[in-house]
């Protein structure tokens, strides 16, 4: 059996430069861009792709941070709508949101 990792997440934005732009204000992610209808985050253990449209739904993306109010913050500030405050599970603590093209993201802290 070949070994499988995962290397690669590409998102649907249906508005791909306010997208960008929140990836950018919220993440301090830096867009390399490929023609007009997409946009790639390169260099990091996962890489991620924002294509122009809405289909097929994309899986919720996760990312880890060492300062969950902070990134609450920041995800706020850049407009990002919070679907989900922060709470408690099993594995530490997360809040959920919705990205300008409505893709759910989750921000966690392990503990």
């Known amino acids: 059996m070949p070994k499988i990792t995962p290397n690669y997440m590409e998102m ?3 508005d791909l430069g306010a997208s960008k732009a929140f990836y ?3 993440f301090g992610f830096a867009f390399t ?12 253990p996962v890489q991620i792709g924002l294509a122009t449209g809405e289909e097929p739904a ?3 993306p996760t990312f880890e941070t060492d300062d969950l109010e902070t990134a609450l913050a920041q995800v706020k500030a850049a407009g ?21 093209s409505r893709n ?6 392990s503990g």
């Open 12 to 14: 649907k934005a249906s």
């Open 24 to 26: 950018e204000k919220a």
């Open 58 to 60: 994309a899986p919720m």
């Open 104 to 109: 759910r993201l989750a921000i966690y802290k």
């Open 80 to 100: 990002g709508e919070i679907v989900k405050e922060i709470f408690a599970y099993p594995g530490g603590r997360r809040f959920e949101c919705l990205d300008p």
């Open 33 to 44: 861009d490929y023609g007009p209808e997409y946009a790639a985050v390169e260099g990091g």
